[in-house]
């Protein structure tokens, strides 16, 4: 339990402090490609494929899929030991590590009601930590296998639709559909066969391996424009609700996952506290975001 715990903290570090990077990153290449006039955006608003690429190539965002990896690496060997709930739940405080650094880093401006609502995360992850149960003994059912593998397919195209339909409005809801992705890449993780002990053919023929890896890359790319198209903190709180919802139901409902005795309650509630909290976080970024935006563009105009 505690290196399962552990773990989730070093995931919930390393993916916050790389969010930031990220966003630095996508921010330097959107202004540089403006400069020289190369057109970051399609018809909608939405960032184009080249936009993406270039952000994701800035020293500042490679610095960031480095911290990434480690996130990763920390949250398989969450996944594996403790209850999804806790472990997706741990890894979401890193909206508050986000949040944070874009203070210091990127000159985010928090008002009162993102503490309240940040602190609200930080209070119910607590309530969750205490009141988590054993994991889940029983496995998944191959059809479970093949359900993540196809989901994963689907929700990856509906997102890649939605941005160009959505255009530049499309930051919390690219946010939100990389959190269910990484709540698959989780549940497959959790499933995954041939990992313990490591049995290479097994693992490969498995198709909760091939989640991993089509979940993983496509919510790494959703998030890349959503941190392009929003604030940091809305992006990043949007991620969290998905990537907590999804695995913490699942494990629940499919794998086994429990509470302590006579403490359902009161994880249900903190549980839904820190979704909520988060959710309150991503709806004042993008209020907030969308301000400054029309504040820089009366800016643009008086000077023209």
Request: hydrophobic share 60%.
């Amino acid at each position: 339990m505690l290196i399962g715990v552990a773990a989730a903290l070093l995931a919930c570090v390393g993916y916050g402090a790389a969010s930031v990077l990220q966003a630095y990153g996508a921010r330097r290449s959107t202004a540089a490609t403006s400069a020289f006039g190369e057109g970051p955006v399609t018809a909608t608003g939405a960032p184009s494929l080249r936009s993406t690429i270039s952000a994701a190539l800035t020293p500042a965002f490679i610095a960031g899929m480095a911290l990434d990896v480690i996130g990763f690496l920390g949250s398989i060997v969450s996944a594996r030991l403790i209850p999804l709930f806790l472990s997706q739940t741990i890894i979401s405080a890193n909206l508050v590590v986000t949040a944070v650094l874009g203070v210091a880093v990127l000159g985010v401006r928090l008002r009162g009601g993102d503490w309240v609502a940040i602190g609200t995360v930080v209070v119910s992850l607590c309530v969750l930590g205490v009141t988590a149960g054993q994991r889940g003994a029983s496995a998944a059912q191959p059809g479970v296998h093949w359900a993540l593998l196809w989901a994963s397919l689907v929700i990856l195209a509906c997102g890649v639709v939605l941005i160009r339909v959505l255009g530049a409005r499309a930051a919390v809801a690219a946010g939100l559909i990389a959190g269910v992705l990484y709540g698959a890449m989780a549940v497959a993780v959790r499933v995954v066969d041939g990992l313990d002990p490591l049995r290479l053919g097994i693992l490969l023929a498995d198709p909760a391996s091939w989640t991993v890896a089509i979940a993983g890359l496509g919510g790494f790319y959703l998030f890349a424009v959503a941190l392009q198209l929003g604030s940091v903190t809305g992006a990043a709180a949007a991620l969290v609700v998905g990537e907590t919802v999804v695995p913490g139901i699942t494990g629940v409902v499919l794998l086994g996952d429990t509470a302590r005795n006579g403490f359902d309650w009161l994880v249900a509630v903190a549980f839904l506290s820190a979704v909520a909290g988060a959710v309150a976080v991503a709806i004042m970024g993008a209020a907030d975001h969308a301000r400054a935006e029309k504040t820089e563009n009366k800016q643009l105009r008086s000077r023209r």
